[in-house]
């Protein structure tokens, strides 16, 4: 069973405040006042048996409530979305072992310690989006889109992205780096992430792809790189096949509102399973639009 709470003016939830649900099972909690700023040690423990999923978004939260979350041995699933947390330390989430999705969304996060996440030894998917981070390092389904990440796409990028710590991200599929202020992609960050299929670069000041920074990456189905608006000085303004030539799995490319004005012969010759290829928009830099496009580079897409 699952409870979603809408509850007006209360700031503390108490070591009493969902006592009355003992016993009846409860697998899904949801409480959001907008205003809960403390949640007392104790909290949870009367459902902590059952509780599978529970959700504390769109409060006032500082901080993890860790001391109400440690007894919820079997927790699934944590939203913690749309707070003010400030910071993640090793003991935020000591307790929950059993956790495999965890929602930090929209809060007010600028540092992360190295073991904030080693007790969660099950998570697979972690939500960052929205905070006001410099640097993080994680997992299988990793999104740090809307934040503050600038510069190339290297070693000081994404967990300062040291490479050493990427490199042992061996089962990260989904990267997810759109809206923020990257202005490169090189081959060294990303060559350990082999069963990368998803990499999501739009709305940066990508300006630069090198060559090999693809290559490893034969299982990448969806590549963004569309809406470099913040500085039309650093738009993408050619395509040459080198980066793209290993992408054999291809089916999305989208890489709208660009400063395209060259797209090279082999660019797309490898790509016979593009379904979705977009180009339009080139608004910025109308010096740039795109001015011709041969039958060369799209003549092998029969599935476009």
């Known amino acids: 069973s699952l409870l979603d ?9 108490s070591s009493t405040s969902v006592s009355e649900l003992a016993g009846v099972g409860l697998h899904g909690l949801v409480i959001s ?34 001391e109400a979350l ?32 965890l929602d930090i969304s929209d809060n007010q996060l600028t540092d992360i310690s190295a073991d904030s996440f080693k007790p969660l030894v099950k998570l697979n998917t ?25 510069g190339p796409v290297g070693p000081t990028t994404v967990p300062a992205l ?3 710590s990427l ?21 060294e960050p990303l060559k350990s992430l082999s069963q990368l299929s998803c990499l999501l670069l739009h709305d940066n000041d990508i300006s630069m792809i090198d060559d090999g920074a693809l290559a490893m990456h034969k299982d990448l189905t969806r590549f963004t790189i569309e809406g470099t ?20 799995q291809l089916s999305c490319l989208l890489l709208h509102d660009n400063d395209i004005s060259m797209i090279d012969d082999e660019a ?31 003549k092998s897409l029969s599935q476009l």
């Open 33 to 66: 006042s907008g205003e809960i700023r403390r949640v007392q040690q104790g909290a949870f423990g009367d459902v902590a048996s059952t509780l599978l999923a529970l959700g504390l978004p769109n409060n006032q939260l500082p901080s993890v409530p860790t």
């Open 229 to 248: 608006l913040l500085n039309a000085a650093y738009n993408l303004r050619s395509l040459s096949a080198e980066p793209l030539k290993s992408l054999s």
């Open 70 to 101: 440690t007894r919820l041995s079997y927790l699934d699933r944590l939203d913690l979305s749309n707070n003010k947390i400030h910071t993640l330390d090793p003991n935020s989430f000591k307790g929950i072992r059993n956790l495999t999705y």
């Open 5 to 13: 709470c809408s509850l007006r003016g209360v700031t503390v939830l």
């Open 167 to 187: 490199a042992q991200l061996t089962s990260l599929t989904h990267l997810d780096l759109s809206h923020n202020f990257l202005r490169s992609l090189s081959a």
């Open 268 to 298: 797309l010759a490898m790509h016979k399973d593009l379904t979705r290829f977009t180009i339009e928009g080139t608004l910025l830099n109308a010096a740039y639009n795109l001015r011709s496009l041969s039958a060369e580079p799209l």
């Open 126 to 150: 972690l939500r960052l989006r929205g905070n006001l981070l410099k640097e993080a390092h994680m997992l299988r389904d990793l999104d740090l889109s809307g934040n503050a990440l600038e």
């Open 162 to 164: 040291s490479c050493a």
